[in-house]
């Protein structure tokens, strides 16, 4: 008798779980599938997928170009103002202790970053930003460069809905890996990640 009731029990808290599971993922999808109804058509000659939530598609071919803001996740643009792919000078001279590892040069990108949404966030929950050399494996500003940049972006300030910052994000690739490099730029959290990543030329 007991047994029987423990497994009836055990059952239910399993549809349970599966309800819900099919629930979020029900809702995910249906955020998603109502963003890409707003996508205008892709340009012509580009030929990755469209942008996430809007704007112009970027392939590693075709990227977005410098001064170009682009949606990357829901309500939130990224735009690439300009870069210094040699900055070794620029961080040695924020603090002498800035040196890059052997065979790595420091990178620095100047980007701006809007909050279009409609709660206040920090940019680091929504937007993930690497820089993307031509050997296809991907640099993090947030692991690769634990130096103190001059005139750094805060990723994790809380930005009300409507606010933009604008500031380095610093890169330490292998020096080798500089020339070509591209800032890839993907929502945190993503279902689709090839879909979902943009591309923007660094010149």
């Given amino acids: 008798g007991t047994d029987m009731v423990g497994t009836r029990t055990r059952a239910r808290n399993a549809l349970a779980v599966a309800v819900i599971g099919v629930g979020v ?22 030929t ?23 949606e990357v996740a829901k309500g939130w643009k990224v735009q690439v ?9 620029q961080l040695a001279q924020a603090n002498q202790f800035n040196k890059p590892q052997p065979g790595e040069q420091f990178v620095l990108v100047n980007v701006t970053i809007s909050n279009g949404g409609t709660t206040p966030d920090a940019a680091f929950t929504n937007v ?7 050997s296809g494996v991907a640099v993090s500003g947030l692991s690769s460069c634990m130096v103190s940049a001059p005139d750094a972006i805060d990723q994790t300030a809380q930005m009300q809905p409507g606010a933009s910052q604008t500031g380095n994000v610093c890169f330490s690739p292998k020096a080798t890996d500089v020339v070509n490099s591209l800032l890839l730029a993907e929502p945190t959290f993503t279902l689709d990640g090839a879909k979902d990543q943009q591309f923007f030329a660094l010149q």
Avoid: H, M, R, Y
């Avoid at 993930?128 to 031509?134: A, D, H, Q, R, V």
């Fill in 25 to 46: 993922f029900a809702t995910i999808g249906e955020a998603s599938s109502t963003s890409k109804g707003s996508n205008p058509a892709p340009n012509a000659g580009q």
């Fill in 128 to 134: 993930k930003l690497s820089l993307l050399p031509p």
């Fill in 81 to 89: 103002n300009s870069a210094v792919l040699n900055a070794d000078a």
């Fill in 48 to 70: 990755s997928g469209s942008s996430p939530a809007g704007g112009p598609s970027s392939s590693k071919a075709a990227p977005i170009p410098v001064g170009t803001a682009v």
